[in-house]
T-cell receptor, first 114, second 111 residues
Framework: KAGVTQTPRYLIKTRGQQVTLSCSPISGHRSVSWYQQTPGQGLQFLFEYFSETQRNKGNFPGRFSGRQFSNSRSEMNVSTLELGDSALYLC?????????????FGPGTRLTVL | TQLLEQSPQFLSIQEGENLTVYCNSSSVFSSLQWYRQEPGEGPVLLVTVVTGGEVKKLKRLTFQFGDARKDSSLHITAAQPGDTGLYLCAGASGNTGKLIFGQGTTLQVKP
């Protein structure tokens, strides 16, 4: 069974630009969560989607948004990029996102904002 | 706000030594997961503990969930260089679809 895939793996943008990251979950997984990982803050939850609906949201500004498609693939968008948005963005999928909530992570997208 | 505190943050030991990583919270979690992450990759799930007092073993790794389901520990016996990496604990609470992560423990095992 193929794992979680994320594209692109690396991205360099300048302040003020916007970016879209993509995530394909494990086949059969309907829940997709997004996390931001930085050396100072560690892994922080951005949001979770299940059946095309945002079910949970972390404490991030509205510049961070996402969506999920009917095939469970998900995208996240960051508008008006700031230097502090430089981070590793991780996508994780799970069967339902509830119960044991065992999540399986992709390799991440390394975003650098200049 | 639920928080998970992990300690120590950094650990550098010689091959063959034993070590324990702690994960503590004032909140109750329905389950707690341990992940290992290597540079340039996403975290990989090692184990999930669910029941208070539960102990799970994965080869040389022993995971324990506290009786009150607020804390957990990871013990590695006879560490090997291949154990090097970032160890993360993460708590799940109810049916929220969200994991709360500890800050992580960076382990370096020298040959």
């Amino acid at each position: 069974k193929a794992g979680v895939t994320q594209t692109p793996r690396y991205l360099i943008k300048t302040r003020g630009q916007q970016v879209t990251l993509s995530c394909s979950p494990i086949s059969g997984h309907r829940s997709v969560s997004w996390y931001q990982q930085t050396p100072g803050q560690g892994l922080q939850f951005l949001f979770e989607y299940f059946s095309e609906t945002q079910r949970n949201k972390g404490n991030f500004p509205g510049r961070f948004s996402g969506r999920q498609f009917s095939n469970s693939r998900s995208e996240m968008n960051v508008s008006t990029l700031e230097l502090g948005d430089s981070a590793l963005y991780l996508c994780a999928s799970s069967v339902t996102g509830t119960g044991l909530n065992e999540q399986f992570f992709g390799p991440g997208t390394r975003l650098t904002v200049l | 706000t639920q928080l998970l505190e992990q300690s120590p943050q950094f650990l550098s030991i010689q091959e063959g030594e034993n070590l324990t990583v702690y994960c503590n919270s004032s909140s109750v979690f329905s389950s707690l997961q341990w992940y290992r992450q290597e540079p340039g990759e996403g975290p990989v799930l090692l184990v999930t503990v669910v029941t208070g007092g539960e102990v799970k073993k994965l080869k040389r790794l022993t995971f324990q969930f506290g009786d009150a389901r607020k804390d957990s520990s990871l013990h590695i016996t006879a560490a090997q260089p291949g154990d090097t990496g970032l160890y993360l604990c993460a708590g799940a609470s109810g049916n929220t679809g969200k994991l709360i992560f500890g800050q992580g423990t960076t382990l370096q095992v020298k040959p």
